[in-house]
C-alpha cells in the first residue's frame, strides 16, 4: 500500500528546543516536500527535495530545516521552535501525477 | 502571491443537490490541476485531476471542468452526499516548475442530510 509516514502525530514543545519531525514513504518517489496548513492560509510550501540530497526553499522556509540523505527519509528539523510555528505540518511525496501526503503532526510551540 | 486562490471559504448544500467548488489561477505555466479532499485529523487525499489539454474530466459523482482562457476550474459533486463533508484544496503545477505543487485557501464543503 502507497503510503507515507510522518512521526509524531502530535507535539507540544517549548520555545528553543529543537525537535525533529520524521518522514517516510514507500513508493520511491523521487519528489518530497513539507507544507504547513494554517486557518485561511491553505498548505503553504516549507521545502521541498527534488531527489537524494538535492532540497531547496519553499514559500515559508524561515526557521526550518530538512535533510535527504535517503531517498525514503524527509525530516523536517526546527532548531529553536518559536510560536509562529505552531500549526499542522504535511509530509507529501509525489510521483509522475498525483502526491500523497501523510496524516499530520499537529504541532504546538509554547 | 498567492497564484492558486480559492475565494469561498466555506459552502453549504444539501443532500442530493450538486456542490460546486470554485478555483482561479494567475500562472499561465500551470499546465496541471489537482482537487485534494480533506477530513479533519487526516492529511489531504487526492480525488480528481484535469491537463490543460482538456477541459473536462470526470469520475463517478465527480467532475472538474477547466476554463483555460478564464483561468478558472471548478469541481462538480453530484449528487451530494453528507461523507462529502469536508475541505477541498485545489493545487496546480507546471512542468517548467518539475514536481511543485501550489495549493488554495481550501473550501470547506458541509451536506446537510
Known amino acids: 500500500e502507497a503510503q507515507v509516514t510522518q512521526n509524531p502525530r502530535y507535539l507540544i514543545t517549548v520555545t528553543g528546543k529543537k525537535l525533529t519531525v520524521t518522514c517516510s514513504q514507500n513508493?520511491?518517489?523521487?519528489?518530497m516536500s513539507w507544507y504547513r496548513q494554517d486557518p485561511g492560509l491553505g498548505l503553504r510550501q516549507i521545502y521541498y527535495s527534488m531527489n537524494v540530497e538535492v532540497t531547496d526553499k519553499g514559500d515559508v522556509p524561515e526557521g526550518y530545516k530538512v535533510s535527504r540523505k535517503e531517498k525514503r527519509n524527509f525530516p523536517l528539523i526546527l532548531e529553536s521552535p518559536s510560536p509562529n510555528q505552531t500549526s499542522l505540518y504535511f509530509c507529501?511525496?509525489?510521483?509522475?501525477?498525483?502526491?500523497?501526503f501523510g496524516q499530520g503532526t499537529r504541532l504546538t510551540v509554547v | 502571491d498567492q497564484q492558486v486562490k480559492q475565494n469561498s471559504p466555506s459552502l453549504s448544500v444539501q443532500e442530493g443537490r450538486i456542490s460546486i467548488l470554485n478555483c482561479d489561477y494567475t500562472?499561465?505555466?500551470?499546465?496541471?490541476f489537482l482537487w485534494y479532499k480533506k477530513y479533519p485529523a487526516e492529511g489531504p487525499t487526492f480525488l480528481i485531476s484535469i491537463s490543460s489539454i482538456k477541459d473536462k474530466n470526470e469520475d463517478g459523482r465527480f467532475t472538474v471542468f477547466l476554463n483555460k482562457s478564464a483561468k478558472h476550474l471548478s469541481l462538480h459533486i453530484v449528487p451530494s452526499q453528507p461523507g462529502d463533508s469536508a475541505v477541498y484544496f485545489c493545487a496546480a503545477s507546471a512542468l517548467v516548475s518539475g514536481s511543485r505543487l501550489t495549493f488554495g485557501e481550501g473550501t470547506q464543503l458541509t451536506v446537510n442530510p
Open positions: 513508493m520511491n518517489h523521487e519528489y
Open positions: 500562472n499561465s505555466m500551470f499546465d496541471y
Open positions: 507529501a511525496s509525489r510521483g509522475a501525477l498525483e502526491a500523497f
